[in-house]
């Protein structure tokens, strides 16, 4: 019975010991290759250009593309926002803000701020709710408008309803672990019901460890976490 019960304490001792170990340093050894930041100054640059938050803008794009710029997706989609052709020879004909930029969707500079033009202006279509912009990048005007009817993302295809959870989980973790990177005041949009940031205030290890962890079980398990 002694033997069994030291056993058990040795055991247990080693599971927290590894449990503790893997919080504490599976994010400083991955966290970087499950959330990159490439592109940064086109980030900052093209998230002032339109007054948006740019760990959103950044959380945006390793969605869409993972950092690639090459990618296309099986609809058309190009670049890092993974713009469609039509959407960005509108944009690109239309925004002053575009002007003098490389005429290439596949440009890191140029695809970053063609998606943060089409974002902007869905958070202004929508009031500054960050959910139903980010809704209707992915799914269209009127997959926001029946969100926005019904006030629930089940009314939504399974891609479009996990869009914006995973994009906002991952912002989260992008607000923490890049807080100096992201140079700046961040400007929200007026009515966002996110908190308002004047500047990114660099964490402590520990405080960037837990929003990692917050941010990737959310990203994981937005499937079943409305």
Known sequence: MKRKAVQTILVVAVVGIFGIGFYRYFPAIFADDIYPLDYVNEINECADRFGLDKPLLAALILKESNYNPRAVSRAGAM???????????GLMARAPELQGLKDDPFDPHTSICVGAAYLAGAMAHYDGDWTAALISYNGGDGAARRYLAARDSSVLVTETRLYAPKILAA??????????????PIQLMPGSNQPVMQKMEIQKPSDKTKAFWKGFIKDAFARFIK
């Open 79 to 89: 670049g890092l926002a993974q713009v469609m052709p039509a959407t960005y020879r």
């Open 171 to 184: 912002r989260d973790v992008y607000a923490s672990m890049y807080a100096d990177k992201f140079t700046g």
